[in-house]
Nanobody
């Protein structure tokens, strides 16, 4: 069992940047693939990015490639999502997930979830 705590959300103007953090309140991320998902009002939760904890393979949704960067600090047991060139359509609740699996066909799943942090991008 992994308990995840996100932070770093907020309100930003279009074109701005934010960095989200996800820390383990207990336990460790070691061995897990970690990821970020987001859910906008009235929409399904969607995959944003993932990183393999040990091997450091990184995956991005096409919609955020070139703008978002996922990284992790093994010493701090923390995963980050650096978001740049933000657009109003990036407005969502962002969720950190552990034990992320690629189910194929563009579908990803997470087994453990944080509570979410709101990101609002104004135009």
């Amino acid at each position: 069992q992994v308990h995840l705590v996100e932070s770093g959300g907020g309100l930003v103007q279009a074109g701005g940047s934010l960095r989200l953090s996800c820390a383990a309140s207990d336990g460790t991320f070691s061995g897990y693939r970690m990821g970020w998902f987001r859910q906008a009002p009235g929409k399904e939760r969607e995959f944003v990015a993932a990183i393999d904890w040990r091997v450091r393979n990184i995956y991005y949704a096409d919609s955020v490639k070139g703008r978002f960067t996922i990284s992790r600090d093994t010493a701090k047991n923390t995963v980050y999502l650096q978001m740049s060139s933000l657009k109003p359509e990036d407005t969502s609740v962002y969720y950190c997930a552990a034990a992320v699996t690629n189910l194929g066909g563009g579908t990803w799943r997470g087994d453990y979830w944080g509570q979410g942090t709101q990101v609002t991008v104004s135009s």
